[in-house]
């Protein structure tokens, strides 16, 4: 065969192998997942002593002398065959073969149930060989992509002329060829020749030999692994599906809304990013029903839903998405639209607003504006998708923001509104949402206190509003462990608490606690940073009050960032967390909740300090979610430093009832609520407590 045309045979063999080359790693990276939760299988089944089984089995079986025999847990009966079993003095085969299938049915039931988690705080061995494993896989997968285009074109121009290229090199096929076809082979030789004299070849070639040649090393994985956990999480994912997943990725939303959105064909061709299964999902959903809320609970993604949306249109033909959101997360849309997709960001923020927002129109890509700044903008263009982040801040249609989004809402072709607390203090406010997005279903809505009401609320708005929780998709997700820090007054807090109650003055009541250098809060929160501290841990402290965080600014030990305030500008924002994160150690970042409790993604830290009660359980649930989301990898401590016999008992109370009325309408979908298993909040809907009614009761408990 000729020289050339044995190099192109190796240069194609050499293309597969490298096209193969994920798969195998796939593979490997299977087999190891599939190993270790058949070893924590394994080790639950043996935890199970055989005399367990006994309340599960059908009446009238026998287990005879099972309990003295060598089959001492569930495990041993699970891996014997009935057969086995009924050698046992006093089990007959029927009786043997019952007790077999329940320990086979205790096994799936715990497979069913058993979770992958990588823990970097422990860092075992067979967690390590997976996390290898996952970026050996990832690295070879985007190694891969830059290649697949030149090998299919390659194969386009080589494939036609292999046959009769490789006949040329065979003296019998030749001498007993007819003329024709020895010309047609020596041709095929000839543009052989051509093809491989080509650089793009040659280039080609060196990209393949460097994807074998130079295999991923990742010395330290663990390091890799806190960096991006998110993003190997979404992979590990791939391989760890199992219960009733697939169901929760749904949002427990009706079989005919799933079938629906299951018809698109999610087009990834604009995407960086791996997605997991519900996301994909709740792009599907978001693409299927034109508008409507995404309403996932803080920290699973909903930016690169909505992003996965917008690669989604842009590959069809529609490039224009606008996204409208808070100030203080206007770089994070920024910055996540350049890591998720290969689509052009836009921030139409500050002078050149106007100039910039024309090029979008002109050009396409992602427009990122304020609310405020859209008050004053002329869109030139009709958006082909408009996203609202913390759609909440809308919740009042009165408002010249709320008016502004929902004139150019009416002009888009599909929106999303996004918030991962759609109704805060009243069930009102998110019936005004709906009616945003679906006006018709809006008009049925008919809120009514208690259970009743709560079930009827979500089946109606089923179709245009989907949520999932952090419990049933993010099972990777490590522990959030909730204490409430309770302390007394000290003297002089104390003093400063009845004066304030005695003023009428309900903030300095709330800042009470925090009077004196040598509080009774200030002395619990130090102990906190302290044991976060001998623990290598970084700690996230919010207070609604800049001088409470001046307080605790002045006597935390270590390094501190902040404190982040409403007046501290976007980018600054931006570049306290990041230097945060990467500070080498523990340290600690002070954020007024209103400021940092939004937008912000600050994994690094891994305890949260709530310095008082807010208004809102919203407001508390998106502070923590801050650290508490995907791309966490540690437990997450929050801490709710509280003042006994203050209004910190009332507002708590009011909390727990606002948590529960939202945990009613907005949290449970109605098809995985069907069942009698909740309870009503007891509270009537309305705004709750005023400031008033708090300093009235404080008085009258002072006397």
């Given at each position: 065969?000729?020289?050339?045309?044995?190099?192109?045979?190796?240069?194609?063999?050499?293309?597969?192998?490298?096209?193969?080359?994920?798969?195998?790693?796939?593979?490997?990276?299977?087999?190891?997942?599939?190993?270790?939760?058949?070893?924590?299988?394994?080790?639950?089944?043996?935890?199970?002593?055989?005399?367990?089984?006994?309340?599960?089995?059908?009446?009238?079986?026998?287990?005879?002398?099972?309990?003295?025999?060598?089959?001492?847990?569930?495990?041993?009966?699970?891996?014997?065959?009935?057969?086995?079993?009924?050698?046992?003095?006093?089990?007959?085969?029927?009786?043997?073969?019952?007790?077999?299938?329940?320990?086979?049915?205790?096994?799936?039931?715990?497979?069913?149930?058993?979770?992958?988690?990588?823990?970097?705080?422990?860092?075992?061995?067979?967690?390590?060989?997976?996390?290898?494993?996952?970026?050996?896989?990832?690295?070879?997968?985007?190694?891969?992509?830059?290649?697949?285009?030149?090998?299919?074109?390659?194969?386009?121009?080589?494939?036609?002329?292999?046959?009769?290229?490789?006949?040329?090199?065979?003296?019998?096929?030749?001498?007993?060829?007819?003329?024709?076809?020895?010309?047609?082979?020596?041709?095929?030789?000839?543009?052989?020749?051509?093809?491989?004299?080509?650089?793009?070849?040659?280039?080609?070639?060196?990209?393949?030999?460097?994807?074998?040649?130079?295999?991923?090393?990742?010395?330290?994985?663990?390091?890799?692994?806190?960096?991006?956990?998110?993003?190997?999480?979404?992979?590990?994912?791939?391989?760890?599906?199992?219960?009733?997943?697939?169901?929760?990725?749904?949002?427990?939303?009706?079989?005919?809304?799933?079938?629906?959105?299951?018809?698109?064909?999610?087009?990834?061709?604009?995407?960086?990013?791996?997605?997991?299964?519900?996301?994909?999902?709740?792009?599907?959903?978001?693409?299927?029903?034109?508008?409507?809320?995404?309403?996932?609970?803080?920290?699973?993604?909903?930016?690169?839903?909505?992003?996965?949306?917008?690669?989604?249109?842009?590959?069809?033909?529609?490039?224009?998405?606008?996204?409208?959101?808070?100030?203080?997360?206007?770089?994070?849309?920024?910055?996540?639209?350049?890591?998720?997709?290969?689509?052009?960001?836009?921030?139409?923020?500050?002078?050149?607003?106007?100039?910039?927002?024309?090029?979008?129109?002109?050009?396409?890509?992602?427009?990122?504006?304020?609310?405020?700044?859209?008050?004053?903008?002329?869109?030139?263009?009709?958006?082909?998708?408009?996203?609202?982040?913390?759609?909440?801040?809308?919740?009042?249609?009165?408002?010249?923001?709320?008016?502004?989004?929902?004139?150019?809402?009416?002009?888009?072709?599909?929106?999303?509104?996004?918030?991962?607390?759609?109704?805060?203090?009243?069930?009102?406010?998110?019936?005004?949402?709906?009616?945003?997005?679906?006006?018709?279903?809006?008009?049925?809505?008919h809120v009514r206190d208690g259970l009743g009401g709560a079930r009827a609320f979500r089946k109606?708005?089923?179709?245009?509003?989907?949520?999932?929780?952090?419990?049933?998709?993010?099972?990777?997700?490590?522990?959030?462990?909730?204490?409430?820090?309770?302390?007394?007054?000290?003297?002089?807090?104390?003093?400063?608490?009845?004066?304030?109650?005695?003023?009428?003055?309900?903030?300095?009541?709330?800042?009470?606690?925090?009077?004196?250098?040598?509080?009774?809060?200030?002395?619990?929160?130090?102990?906190?940073?302290?044991?976060?501290?001998?623990?290598?841990?970084?700690?996230?402290?919010?207070?609604?009050?800049?001088?409470?965080?001046?307080?605790?600014?002045?006597?935390?030990?270590?390094?501190?960032?902040?404190?982040?305030?409403?007046?501290?500008?976007?980018?600054?924002?931006?570049?306290?967390?990041?230097?945060?994160?990467?500070?080498?150690?523990p340290a600690s970042l002070l954020a007024q909740i209103e400021a940092g409790g939004v937008g912000?993604?600050?994994?690094a830290a891994s305890v949260v300090i709530l310095a008082e009660p807010q208004w809102k359980p919203?407001?508390?649930?998106?502070?923590?979610?801050?650290?508490?989301?995907?791309?966490?990898?540690?437990?997450?401590?929050?801490?709710?430093?509280?003042?006994?016999?203050?209004?910190?008992?009332?507002?708590?109370?009011?909390?727990?009832?606002?948590?529960?009325?939202?945990?009613?309408?907005?949290?449970?979908?109605?098809?995985?609520?069907?069942?009698?298993?909740?309870?009503?909040?007891?509270?009537?809907?309305?705004?709750?407590?005023?400031?008033?009614?708090?300093?009235?009761?404080?008085?009258?408990?002072?006397?």
């Amino acid at each position: 065969m000729d020289e050339t045309v044995r190099s192109l045979e190796a240069l194609i063999a050499l293309g597969q192998h490298v096209l193969d080359a994920p798969h195998a790693a796939r593979a490997e990276v299977a087999g190891a997942v599939a190993r270790h939760i058949e070893a924590k299988v394994d080790a639950a089944m043996r935890a199970i002593p055989v005399s367990a089984l006994r309340g599960a089995l059908p009446k009238g079986t026998r287990m005879g002398e099972l309990e003295r025999s060598a089959f001492r847990t569930a495990a041993d009966l699970a891996r014997a065959t009935p057969a086995m079993i009924a050698a046992v003095p006093g089990i007959g085969p029927q009786s043997a073969l019952a007790i077999h299938q329940e320990a086979a049915a205790q096994h799936d039931r715990l497979r069913g149930e058993t979770r992958l988690r990588l823990d970097a705080d422990r860092k075992p061995g067979e967690d390590t060989e997976i996390l290898r494993g996952l970026l050996t896989l990832r690295a070879l997968e985007s190694a891969v992509l830059p290649v697949r285009e030149p090998l299919a074109r390659l194969h386009l121009r080589a494939d036609p002329l292999r046959a009769d290229a490789a006949r040329a090199g065979r003296r019998l096929s030749m001498l007993f060829s007819g003329k024709a076809k020895r010309e047609r082979a020596k041709a095929a030789v000839a543009r052989v020749h051509a093809i491989m004299a080509d650089q793009d070849v040659h280039a080609l070639q060196a990209q393949l030999l460097a994807v074998l040649e130079g295999p991923p090393q990742f010395p330290a994985p663990w390091a890799e692994y806190e960096h991006d956990a998110a993003a190997i999480n979404a992979l590990l994912s791939q391989f760890t599906e199992v219960g009733d997943e697939a169901q929760s990725a749904h949002g427990f939303i009706t079989a005919e809304l799933v079938e629906d959105a299951a018809k698109i064909t999610l087009d990834r061709t604009h995407l960086r990013s791996f997605l997991r299964g519900y996301q994909a999902f709740g792009a599907q959903y978001l693409l299927t029903r034109g508008k409507a809320i995404l309403g996932d609970e803080m920290g699973l993604g909903k930016t690169v839903q909505a992003l996965a949306v917008a690669a989604h249109l842009t590959a069809k033909g529609s490039g224009h998405t606008l996204v409208v959101c808070p100030a203080s997360v206007i770089s994070n849309w920024v910055n996540e639209t350049g890591k998720h997709t290969d689509l052009r960001p836009w921030q139409i923020h500050g002078p050149e607003r106007d100039a910039l927002l024309a090029e979008w129109g002109r050009r396409g890509g992602v427009a990122i504006t304020t609310f405020d700044t859209l008050k004053a903008l002329r869109v030139p263009v009709d958006p082909d998708l408009l996203v609202v982040d913390e759609a909440h801040f809308v919740k009042n249609p009165a408002t010249q923001r709320a008016q502004a989004v929902r004139a150019v809402l009416a002009r888009s072709g599909r929106a999303v509104l996004m918030s991962g607390t759609p109704m805060e203090n009243r069930v009102e406010e998110f019936k005004n949402l709906v009616g945003y997005v679906q006006p018709s279903i809006a008009s049925r809505i008919h809120v009514r206190d208690g259970l009743g009401g709560a079930r009827a609320f979500r089946k109606v708005v089923a179709p245009a509003y989907l949520r999932r929780n952090q419990e049933d998709v993010l099972t990777e997700l490590p522990d959030l462990i909730e204490v409430e820090d309770w302390v007394l007054f000290a003297g002089a807090d104390k003093a400063a608490y009845r004066s304030a109650v005695r003023d009428g003055n309900f903030m300095a009541m709330r800042q009470a606690a925090y009077a004196s250098a040598g509080s009774a809060k200030l002395e619990r929160i130090v102990e906190i940073v302290a044991e976060a501290r001998a623990g290598d841990a970084k700690v996230l402290a919010f207070s609604y009050f800049r001088g409470v965080l001046e307080s605790i600014r002045g006597t935390l030990p270590g390094t501190v960032y902040g404190p982040i305030t409403g007046a501290t500008p976007v980018a600054e924002r931006q570049r306290l967390v990041d230097a945060f994160a990467a500070h080498p150690g523990p340290a600690s970042l002070l954020a007024q909740i209103e400021a940092g409790g939004v937008g912000l993604n600050i994994q690094a830290a891994s305890v949260v300090i709530l310095a008082e009660p807010q208004w809102k359980p919203s407001t508390e649930s998106q502070a923590i979610a801050r650290a508490h989301r995907m791309g966490q990898v540690r437990t997450v401590q929050v801490h709710r430093v509280l003042a006994k016999d203050s209004v910190d008992e009332l507002m708590r109370e009011t909390l727990a009832r606002k948590s529960g009325l939202f945990d009613e309408y907005a949290r449970r979908s109605h098809a995985k609520e069907s069942d009698a298993a909740a309870t009503a909040t007891g509270w009537d809907g309305g705004a709750g407590p005023t400031e008033q009614d708090y300093v009235r009761a404080e008085r009258e408990r002072l006397g």
